[in-house]
């Protein structure tokens, strides 16, 4: 079972990236994913979550500048972000909540991360 993240890199203050996440079928369509990142120095923090049904949450201070979204079909998990500020430069990690085929309260499946940098 894999996670891979893609779409990071470098962008101006006030820019844009879309990151996305390949996952595999079962756990994209039974299980809760989420999006977190890490600054250098920081502790790993929640960004958004996605439940399997499209409920969504978000952090504080990504809500109304970052977007999370699924496609079913494509098994594939998206996270637009918009507005970037240099503290949203971080390490950004796909994660389900999912462990050994069953699904979990908590997240336990992660990517190997995606660097965003904003400048």
């Known amino acids: 079972v894999q996670l891979v993240e893609s779409g990071g890199g470098s962008v101006q203050a006030g820019g844009s990236l879309k990151l996305s996440c390949a996952a595999s079928g079962y756990i994209f369509i039974k299980c809760g994913m989420g999006w977190f990142r890490q600054a250098p120095g920081k502790e790993r923090e929640l960004v958004s979550t996605?439940?399997?049904?499209?409920?969504?949450t978000y952090a504080d201070s990504v809500q109304g500048r970052f977007i999370i979204s699924q496609d079913h079909a494509r098994y594939k998990l998206d996270l637009q972000m918009r507005s970037l500020k240099s503290e949203d430069t971080a390490v950004y990690y796909c994660?389900?909540?999912?462990?050994?085929?069953?699904?979990?309260?908590?997240?336990?499946?992660w990517g190997q991360g995606t660097q965003v940098t904003v400048s």
């Open positions: 996605i439940t399997s049904d499209g409920t969504t």
């Open positions: 994660a389900a909540r999912w462990s050994a085929g069953y699904c979990l309260s908590r997240f336990e499946t």
